[in-house]
């Protein structure tokens, strides 16, 4: 069975340009989630999806960051434009329905902001 | 915000050895779970332990669960140089799960 795809793997771009990362979950994993994780920490939740409904979105910087997930499988997370800040490792995780917890992840994108 | 704080921040032992790695936290739980992140790779999931449960094994891994404390402890039995990672620990009540910073593990052959 196929894991959680991410892709670019690694980006680098210079401050202000916009970047994109793409997911595709498990198949059957109807719970999706982003997070970002910066050097040295935990990972830290940006969006999860149900389906392709944003069940929590509260800690999505909505002014730059944007999501979606149009037929409830693959995502995609945009940074539009990207600041020095942004700099850290995008972490993709899926998981099945009534699921007692356990998070799938991928191998992550990690961007630079020059 | 994260909930759980890994102690220690890191900890170098050699192979064979036993490593023992803590995590607290601060509010209600339905479980707790423990994580391995090699470098430069995605976390992987290693045990999983309900609010109910105190103490559960997984090969070389044995975990225990204290909510009186609002503690756990994970331990790593005859280590090898493999078992070089960090580790997470994260907290679940419904579906949120929040991390902690981790420890950093090194095993010295």
């Known amino acids: 069975e196929a894991g959680v795809v991410q892709s670019p793997r690694y980006k680098i771009i210079e401050k202000k340009q916009p970047v994109a990362f793409w997911c595709n979950p498990i198949?059957?994993?109807?719970?999706l989630y982003w997070y970002r994780q910066n050097l040295g920490q935990g990972p830290e939740l940006l969006i999860r999806?149900?389906?392709?409904?944003?069940?929590?979105d509260s800690q999505l910087p909505k002014d730059r960051f944007s999501a979606e997930r149009l037929k409830g499988v693959d995502s995609t997370l945009k940074i539009q434009p990207a600041e020095l800040g942004d700099s850290a490792v995008y972490l993709c995780?899926?998981?099945?329905?009534?699921?007692?917890?356990?998070?799938?992840f991928g191998e992550g994108s990690r961007l630079t902001v020059l | 915000s994260q909930q759980g704080e890994e102690d220690p921040q890191a900890l170098s032992i050699q192979e064979g050895e036993n490593a023992t790695m803590n995590c607290s936290y601060k509010?209600?739980?339905?479980?707790l779970q423990w994580y391995r992140q090699n470098s430069g790779r995605g976390l992987v999931h290693l045990i999983l332990i309900r609010s109910n449960e105190r103490e559960k094994h997984s090969g070389r891994l044995r975990v225990t669960l204290d909510t009186s404390k609002k503690s756990s402890s994970l331990l790593i039995t005859a280590s090898r140089a493999a078992d070089t990672a960090s580790y997470f620990c994260a907290t679940g009540l419904r579906y949120q799960l929040i991390w902690g910073a981790g420890t950093k593990l090194i095993i010295k052959p």
């Open positions: 509010t209600s739980i339905n479980n």
């Open positions: 995780a899926s998981n099945p329905p009534r699921h007692g917890g356990e998070l799938f």
């Open positions: 198949s059957g994993h109807n719970t």
């Open positions: 999806y149900e389906n392709e409904e944003a069940v929590d």
